[in-house]
């Protein structure tokens, strides 16, 4: 791996994990986007499926498993780090221990389904990425960008909002509502997606074959 290379992969790693605690930590919060209600984390989680046919395209399925994998264990690094940061005692000047907890201290059940969603439908878009780049003989890869990642983020949606939030919240429109609103960033990213595989392959168009083959 040239050393432009490594610095864009870390570089990918980086704004995949960072993607993804951030969902995990804003999902409590349920915003309006263009007159949909959807969790917050939304704004974040879309990032690392961008980032994963990234990966997947230049260095093939097994480097975006070990991101994947990476990011589960991440995940599950933070939330404990969440969890001990709330219970851990402060010193009697500050005040701020409920509003504190309200946010950071998420809990098990959405930790549950934050977990569970993206172990499946992380898995599911790696794996649907690459059949479908198969398929197409390494062709239309705004093709495999967006559909792995609508059939990926609907599965998200469904998993996490219904362990979430079922019976307390209408899980029905908020899943919907997710849906389309990943759907319509899916759309946006893929020039993103574009720009960045051409941009490495044109710079080192024989390591990056050789990888993802």
Known sequence: MTSLERRAHTLLVGLFVGGLVSAAVISSKIINVLGV????????????????????ELWGPERATDMVVAGFASLVCATLICWLAV????????????????????????VAASLLAYVVSQKHDVWLFHLLKRKTSGRALW???????????????AIFVTVAFWGILPVGEIILGQWAIKLLIAALDTPVVY???????????????????
């Open 37 to 56: 209600a959807v969790p917050a984390g939304v704004l974040a989680y879309s990032i690392t499926f961008a980032v994963s046919d990234i990966v997947g």
């Open 87 to 110: 219970i851990w005692p402060s010193p009697g000047f500050w005040q701020n221990q409920p509003a504190f907890a309200s946010v950071i201290g998420s809990t098990p059940r959405i």
């Open 143 to 157: 093709l495999r960008n967006n559909l792995s990642t609508a059939v990926s983020q609907l599965m998200d949606s």
């Open 195 to 213: 720009a960045c595989v051409r941009l490495l392959r044109s710079d080192h168009p024989a390591p990056m074959a050789k990888q993802a083959a």
